[in-house]
Nanobody, 125 residues
Framework: QVQLVESGGGLVQAGGSLTLSCAASDRTFGNYAVAWFRRAPGKEREIVAVIRSSGISTYYADSMKGRSTLSRDNAKNTVYLQMNSLKPEDTAVYYC??????????????????WGQGTQVTVSS
């Protein structure tokens, strides 16, 4: 059972930046694809970005493309989501999710087996 813990959320002004972290309890975390999802108030959870286990391939939702960067440090069992030029509409609870060894960048939440508890990101105007 992989445990995921998100951190790095908080309150930021529009135009600001945040870097979210997703730390895993499993030393084999390097074998997992990791995705970030978010749920805004009153909306369904949606995909933000995905990174393959190798870290070579990534996917970004159109809403975050050009404003975010995914990276991972498998030695630290951690994935990072750097978000720039944040907008009030980015306000949401951000979740990381993982699935073992995948060559496909899945964007559906039902493809992921492990989830963190989420971290709140609030962007003020």
């Amino acid at each position: 059972q992989v445990q995921l813990v998100e951190s790095g959320g908080g309150l930021v002004q529009a135009g600001g930046s945040l870097t979210l972290s997703c730390a895993a309890s499993d030393r084999t975390f390097g074998n997992y694809a990791v995705a970030w999802f978010r749920r805004a108030p009153g909306k369904e959870r949606e995909i933000v970005a995905v990174i393959r286990s190798s870290g070579i391939s990534t996917y970004y939702a159109d809403s975050m493309k050009g404003r975010s960067t995914l990276s991972r440090d498998n030695a630290k069992n951690t994935v990072y989501l750097q978000m720039n030029s944040l907008k009030p509409e980015d306000t949401a609870v951000y979740y990381c999710a993982a699935r073992a060894g995948s060559v496909t960048l899945y964007t559906r939440e039902d493809r992921y087996d492990y989830w963190g508890q989420g971290t709140q990101v609030t962007v003020s105007s």
